[in-house]
């Protein structure tokens, strides 16, 4: 080999170990961002989980909440109607009893003619104030009428007319008595009402 040869020879392995070393800077290089890409793609896809779960945490957080009002809802109706039954249980005996009652007032207005007659309306008229004692006992009471304002809630007009002595929308005779449980109205005041 002459001398020629020999620089080449060298000057090939120089180059070809400077291409190694480059090819393993290059190496190494793609390497540590290969290391960086996927540590990246693991933090990205971890906090991405964190976030997926987190949403799904609220989620069913607010689900709860929901179930929660929805149920405290339920038991606070459940009550009111529990309540309500109790207050009006004896309604529907009493929306019975009121024809009763309006019976027994027509009879009391009979005038007796004779003893005996007198003796038995007497005992008609404690029946029906021991009757009206159990009602009053029960919440009902009568709804006042005559010179009282007409109130739709209370009363039902069936006659106007044109009375002196009596303001407009003023109640002026009394046709059946009206009857309410408590703050319920059972049963209307039929009226007439001056116009």
């Given amino acids: 080999m002459d001398k020629n040869q020999t620089e080449e020879f060298e000057t090939q392995s120089k180059s070809a170990e400077n291409q190694t070393e480059n090819d393993f800077e290059n190496e190494t290089e793609n390497e ?11 933090d990205s896809s971890q906090s991405s989980r964190e976030e997926e779960l987190e949403a799904q945490l609220a989620e069913a957080n607010q689900r709860t909440l929901r179930v929660q009002a929805d149920y ?22 009493i929306e019975g009893l009121l024809p009763v009652l309006d019976n027994f007032e027509r009879a009391l207005m009979v005038e007796p003619g004779t003893e005996e007659v007198k003796s038995l309306m007497q005992g008609m008229d404690m029946v029906y104030r021991q009757l009206q004692d159990v009602l009053k006992n029960e919440g009902v009471e009568v709804i006042p009428t005559v010179g009282e304002e007409f109130n739709p809630h209370l009363h039902q007009a069936v006659m106007q007319v044109e009375e002196e002595g009596y303001e407009s929308n003023q109640i002026v005779e009394e046709l059946q008595k009206g009857y309410q449980l408590k703050e319920r109205v059972i049963r209307p005041a039929m009226v007439k009402v001056n116009a």
Wanted: negative net charge; hydrophobic residues 25%.
């Fill in 72 to 93: 405290d809802n339920f038991r606070r109706r459940s009550r009111e109607e529990k309540e309500s039954a109790a207050k009006y249980k004896s309604q529907s005996i």
């Fill in 32 to 42: 540590d961002f290969v290391e960086e890409a996927s540590e990246i793609i693991e």
